[in-house]
Structures are given as C-alpha cells and as structure tokens.
Antibody
Framework: QVQLQESGPGLVRPSQTLSLTCTVSGGSISSGGYYWSWIRQPAGKGLEWIGLIYTTGSTTYNPSLKSRVTMSIDTSKNQFSLRLASVTAADTAVYYC??????????????????WGQGTLVTVSS | EVVMTQSPATLSVSPGESATLSCRASQSISGNLAWYQQKPGQAPRVLIYGVSTRATDIPARFSGSGSGTEFTLTISSLQSEDFAIYYCQQCNNWPLCSFGQGTKLEIK
C-alpha cells in the first residue's frame, strides 16, 4: 500500500519561502507511469493543483504559480519537495502531496490522483 | 485554462435516496474527468476517473457519466458515510489539471 507523508514548517513568515517534503513509502517513487504532484486547499475552499514532477526531474507548474514554484525529487530517499517563494497570507492552506496515475480509458489517456498524503497546514503570518 | 463549474453548491438529500451532482467544463475535455470525495479533516479520495471508471474499492452505488462539457456523478441509495464534499477534476491538457469548486452533499 502506497503511503505519502508531508513534512515541513507549519508557520512561514511573509515574503519568505515555504518548503515542504513528501516521503513516499510502500512503493518506489521511480516507478514508471506515475507522477508526483502538490495540491493545496485554503480553509473552507476548493483544491488548487500546484505542480507535478516525474522521476527524471521533469516538472510542470500551474501557470498561476509558476514564477514562485520549484519542485525537486530525490529518488534515493523516495522523496519529492516543494518550494514556494515570496509567500503571502493568500498562500495559507493545507498542502497535500499526491500520486498522479496515468491510464488509458476508452482510448483516452486519463489522469487521476490515486494516493494522497494526509495534508499539512501551512500558515503564512508574521 | 479550463474552468470547471459544479452545481449545485449544496445538495440536501435523505438517506436511501439518490443524488445527482453536475460538473460543467468551459470547453470540451474528452474523457479526462475524475470525481473525488472529501470528508472534514481528510484528504480527497478518488471515486471515479476517465468519466465512468470506478476507482479501487469504490462501491457500485457511485457512477459517473457524461461527455464533452457536461458530466454527472450519481450516488444511489445514499448511506450516512456518503455525506461529504465532492469535487470534479479535469486534466484535458495534462499535466495541467483543475478542480471544480465542490458540491456539499448534506443530510436532509
């Protein structure tokens, strides 16, 4: 059973950099066909996809956050990480890491997040 | 950017009845549509992907349908554990994905 666990500071000062790590257990982060994403959710609001990384280190970010986001992967530790620069109160949210599973359904390549971490609350405040 | 709009925002249904949740995309998204259930304090859980394929261990009372821009999640014979918030998600231009704003399914 694949499990994901987020870790990192729960409080970040405005204008600083938010840093989180996701540790994957029960499976290899290098397994083909899977990608690794960060998703966030402000309190009482919906879900926002932040970005994705593959085992090769290839990344894709949400255009709305692209200028501030950096993701990295450490296959030796089975971990991937998120850095979000120049944070403001608007970045306060529960941050989830998730596995993005790719499959073919009816001839269409489809994606869904099949495993999620429990989420970690990050508050941006002075 | 594909915008997903869910309706209604809140749906009140009695246990044992059926619920129909809707999700509309701002442009055609072919078959790249998934549904998630989220309970308070928990991470979302995938229910349906590829419009109508149930995820592992998801009961048959959950079903998905639709095409193009209009999609539906139907939950038949509602159980107490089904009352939660439901989100649709599209990845038509994968890996760029986006979610709807959610529908809260509450007990009537």
């Amino acid at each position: 059973q694949v499990q994901l666990q987020e870790s990192g500071p729960g409080l970040v000062r405005p204008s600083q950099t938010l840093s989180l790590t996701c540790t994957v257990s029960g499976g290899s982060i290098s397994s083909g066909g899977y990608y690794w994403s960060w998703i966030r959710q402000p309190a009482g609001k919906g879900l926002e996809w932040i970005g994705l990384i593959y085992t090769t280190g290839s990344t894709t970010y949400n255009p709305s956050l692209k200028s501030r986001v950096t993701m990295s992967i450490d296959t030796s530790k089975n971990q991937f990480s998120l850095r979000l620069a120049s944070v403001t109160a608007a970045d306060t949210a529960v941050y989830y890491c998730a596995r993005d599973s790719i499959s073919v359904v009816g001839g269409v390549v489809v994606a869904h997040f099949d495993y999620w971490g429990q989420g970690t609350l990050v508050t941006v405040s002075s | 950017e594909v915008v997903m709009t869910q309706s209604p925002a809140t749906l009140s249904v009695s246990p044992g009845e059926s619920a129909t949740l809707s999700c509309r995309a701002s442009q055609s998204i072919s078959g790249n549509l998934a549904w998630y259930q989220q309970k308070p304090g928990q991470a979302p859980r995938v229910l349906i992907y590829g419009v109508s394929t149930r995820a592992t261990d998801i009961p048959a009372r959950f079903s998905g349908s639709g095409s193009g821009t209009e999609f539906t999640l139907t939950i038949s014979s509602l159980q107490s554990e089904d009352f939660a918030i439901y989100y649709c998600q599209q990845c038509n231009n994968w890996p760029l994905c986006s979610f709807g704003q959610g529908t809260k399914l509450e007990i009537k």
